[in-house]
Structure formats: C-alpha cells, structure tokens
C-alpha cells in the first residue's frame, strides 16, 4: 500500500507540473490499485465475507490495471506555437 500510495502521489505531481494527460492516468491507475486492497480488506474484517471481499479487490484491481494500460497507449497533446517576425 505505501508504494503504491508513494507512486500514485508522484505521479499525480508529475501531471500538476507537466499536465500530461498519461501521468493522471498513472495516477488515477496506482490509486484503484491501492484503494481496491484497503477496500477488499476492510470487507473481510468489516463484514466477514472473505468471498465479497475477494470481488471488491479483484474489481479495483482490474479497473487500476485497464487505466494503467490505457496511460500506456494515451497520446500527449503537444502544443505548436509559431512565432512570426513582424516586418
């Protein structure tokens, strides 16, 4: 959980400096991850039902690792700016 807290906190700052669209899904990808294990472990203390907990972190765990896949595949916007001398 802390290094994938720590990741997910870094990336998030990598996209506030840069505003790189991948490095927010980097981030937003590492956080499921993180919150699926906190969420399915709470179940199974919480509720006892290991069965449901099971399913709470397979979900977040899958859902972490499409939005992972898809920061792979996003496309950075750049930006072209021409400057034009003035006669």
Request: hydrophobic residues 50%.
């Amino acid at each position: 959980m802390l290094t994938g807290g720590a990741v997910a906190v870094l990336a998030y700052r990598a996209f506030r400096r840069t505003g790189a669209g991948p490095l927010r899904a980097v981030a937003v990808g590492f956080g499921l991850l993180v919150a699926g294990s906190v969420l399915g472990g709470a179940v199974h203390l919480v509720a006892g039902r290991i069965a449901l907990g099971v399913a709470v972190q397979s979900s977040f765990t899958a859902g972490g690792c499409a939005v992972l896949l898809y920061s792979l595949y996003a496309e950075t916007s750049t930006r072209t700016v021409t400057v034009r001398k003035s006669p």
